[in-house]
């Protein structure tokens, strides 16, 4: 396997190549229906989306708007550092990221701590449903709604919700993500929602905005060993535009 060298774009392209070839698949085996009393469509999309969204917030994220943690893919292409800056900087709402789909998010910027991985309170459920959470998704910042995800699937914080966005013994339809909004906040939660439909097409989208700089296939084309950690970014960049 060709080894990543831009971690942040490449592991969500290559794990979105992953959906496109095997989602269909994850619907319609019928063994795998048989044992766990349906398709498997949502627990692949969260496994797979769970590095798509972790990496690039923690090493590319972090490391341009705040302080860079144990790895930073910054510097390997500025222009993608320079998009960060762009989608997330000052508040940017939602409703202006790339990867926004109208009226698919509701969102709840704070509500009182309940445990997740209990039954979840059905006045949420309400709250969700409202005009005002959808449009709370659009206006607020989009570093929130991407943190709010980040932090729900690296802290288990994700519920299952069938068509009426309810917990419930029917097929999944929805998903809820839940976070504390700050380590200073951790008696509330952020809470998403969205179709499973709209979380595909989410996933398509941030994989298409963190690779749009055309450095993915330059990156995958040459397989391992061709970039040593010691080639200065000019030079890097340099082979990649030829």
Known sequence: MGRPVHYSMEIAARCQDLIELLVDQTDSDPKLTARWRGPLRTTFLLAMSTPMLVLPMERLFKPVLRKAGVADDSQLDPAAGDRVLTTFADGRPFQEADFYEAEMWSYIDATKRFPVAEVW?????????????????????????????????????????????????????????????SLGRRDELRI??????????????????????????????????????QVPVASLRADLER
């Open 121 to 181: 309170p059905g006045e949420i459920f309400d709250q969700l449903e409202a005009t005002k959470a959808f449009d709370g998704a659009a206006a607020a910042p989009t570093s929130d709604i991407l943190e709010c995800l980040r932090n729900a699937l690296s802290h288990g914080g994700v519920a299952y919700l069938d068509s009426r966005g309810r917990q419930s013994e029917d097929a999944t339809s929805m998903l809820g993500f839940a976070a504390y909004p």
């Open 192 to 229: 998403l929602r969205i179709s499973v439909d709209g979380y595909q097409r989410f996933l398509a989208a941030w994989s298409n905005w963190l690779t749009s700089t055309g450095i993915e296939g330059k990156l995958t084309q040459d397989g391992p060993g061709w970039f040593d950690v």
